[in-house]
């Protein structure tokens, strides 16, 4: 004991004692007591770094008024404040305004990930509402129908070009043309991708407001092609919600949005009207497009149906045509009448199409070039087409009438005639609707004399309207020569077609 009183005497003179060097006056004591300060441990206390994670407290709407204080007038109180009652809850202080985040992490099959929310901003979420908000967004974290987080989640760009290539590979299943695939591919780079790339599915979703004001602002100047943008963008989040649970299929991005009604065209060629198209149809050059307008009068087919038809789909000993892969995917068997087979062997019988160029660049004054036509992929696939090249016929032929609405004209001259709804629906390719009328034989009805009958009154009408007069019907074979056409005979102008137009 009394070796310790002494050692603590001798401290105490020492520390008494001026430094040499310290001229200000200063005392070894009260440096010491500055320099050496100690906490109840013994240990020398750690300023805390203004940018330090803070420790969790227990907030309220008191407190935080508080602290919003102080971040007014000092910056170092500004950033997240922590909540203890509720792991993961945040306030965050920043220059103007106070929010309520949610942050958290998981791990998943070994994978670590992070998920982070904004609640709200205080006062107008009170902590109370701020702590259920945390509760039941964690509680659907926990169950895995949280919307997931910026990185996590399906860009629009990614989910639309899948939707993309599962058109196109519903087209190609079905063996038609991806002509759907490719409006939609238009339509995104021209109206959709403009406005929504960068987005997430998830965001969509949770924003329908924005994507109404987007085709609001569509439909004033386009509003067909606006609600086209809107189906493809409901479709394409209908077809990831199948795959992605997150993903609300009620909560579509385009719920806000009221399509228009889809207008049916009323347009058809009226009976006074068969003069007109006989002049206008007179004065087409191209004898295939002349043969393959007159054809889609005559039979009543759909434009890209009759377009796609082969030579190999002509019977000529039964007098019979065959449209493959229809839209109701099966093949539709048509008599062909007389006035039908002059149509067909107008189109084969044609000499090979040419373009004939006139004062373009690089031309001289005067020059006329004469060139084949290039023949487009779906013609060098198929190379015995009856109508190559006609898919775009109805806008550059001149008539009044053209496309589907000749397929209207076909079934008003049906309806005027008396033939029955059975036999117009087997003639047009329409699938039998009803429970009995599903039971019956449609091999029967395509095979039936009855349906021959209507097909020929229904030439002889449109004839009569046109003007037209065939000859040498009965002794003229349906399409003269080979049906086979190779590029050669393609090359070759045969003499005349199977009947005259006097």
Not at 444 to 468: D, H, V, Y
């Amino acid at each position: 004991m009394f070796r310790r009183l002494f050692l603590l005497s001798v401290m105490s003179r020492r520390l008494k004692t001026q430094h040499p060097n310290w001229s200000n006056g200063i005392t070894m004591t009260s440096r010491w007591h500055n320099d050496f300060q100690s906490t109840h441990n013994g240990k020398a206390p750690v300023q805390t770094e203004p940018n330090a994670k803070r420790k969790p407290r227990l907030l309220d709407d008191d407190h935080i008024e508080w602290l919003r204080d102080l971040a007014d007038d000092d910056e170092k109180f500004r950033g997240y404040y922590p909540d203890s009652k509720v792991f993961g809850l945040t306030v965050f202080l920043g220059a103007k305004s106070t929010v309520w985040r949610f942050r958290q992490q998981s791990r998943t099959k070994g994978n670590r990930s992070s998920v982070f929310k904004t609640l709200g901003n205080w006062p107008a979420v009170t902590t109370d509402e701020a702590r259920k908000e945390a509760l039941i967004y964690s509680g659907a974290v926990a169950a895995g129908t949280a919307a997931p987080g910026k990185r996590q989640a399906m860009p629009f760009r990614r989910a639309f070009e899948s939707y993309l290539a599962h058109l196109k590979a519903q087209a190609e299943a079905k063996g038609k043309p991806p002509r759907w695939w490719l409006n939609a591919s238009k339509l995104s780079e021209a109206h959709i991708m403009p406005q929504w790339d960068g987005w997430t599915l998830s965001e969509m979703s949770q924003n329908p407001r924005a994507v109404k004001t987007w085709h609001a602002k569509l439909s004033k100047t386009i509003p067909t092609t606006a609600d086209h943008c809107a189906r493809l963008i409901r479709a394409c989040y209908r077809e990831e919600a199948r795959l992605d649970r997150t993903l609300n299929p009620a909560a579509s991005p385009t719920s806000g949005i009221r399509l228009g009604k889809v207008k049916v065209s009323k347009a058809v060629l009226d009976f006074p009207d068969f003069s007109a198209w006989r002049k206008a149809w007179d004065k087409i050059e191209n004898p295939v497009h002349k043969g393959y307008h007159l054809a889609a009068l005559l039979t009543g087919c759909r434009p890209t149906e009759l377009a796609m038809i082969r030579e190999s789909d002509i019977d000529l000993d039964a007098r019979r045509m065959i449209i493959r892969n229809a839209k109701a995917g099966n093949d539709i068997s048509l008599p062909i009448t007389g006035e039908i087979a002059f149509a067909l062997a107008m189109a084969i019988n044609a000499p090979p199409q040419t373009i004939t160029m006139r004062g373009l660049r690089g031309m001289k004054r005067g020059e006329v070039r004469v060139i084949e036509r290039k023949k487009s992929h779906h013609e060098v696939a198929a190379a015995d087409l009856i109508f190559p090249g006609v898919r775009q016929a109805g806008h550059r032929s001149g008539l009044p009438v053209s496309g589907n609405a000749l397929r209207h004209t076909f079934r008003s001259i049906a309806v005027s005639l008396e033939i029955s709804e059975m036999l117009i629906s087997f003639l047009m390719g329409h699938s039998l609707q009803g429970v009995s009328a599903k039971y019956t034989n449609e091999l029967m009805i395509a095979n039936s004399q009855a349906l021959r009958a209507a097909q020929e009154k229904i030439s002889r009408r449109i004839s009569e309207l046109l003007g037209l007069t065939l000859g040498g019907y009965d002794d003229a074979p349906l399409v003269p020569d080979a049906p086979t056409r190779v590029e050669t005979s393609r090359k070759r102008a045969k003499a005349a077609a199977p009947t005259r137009i006097v």
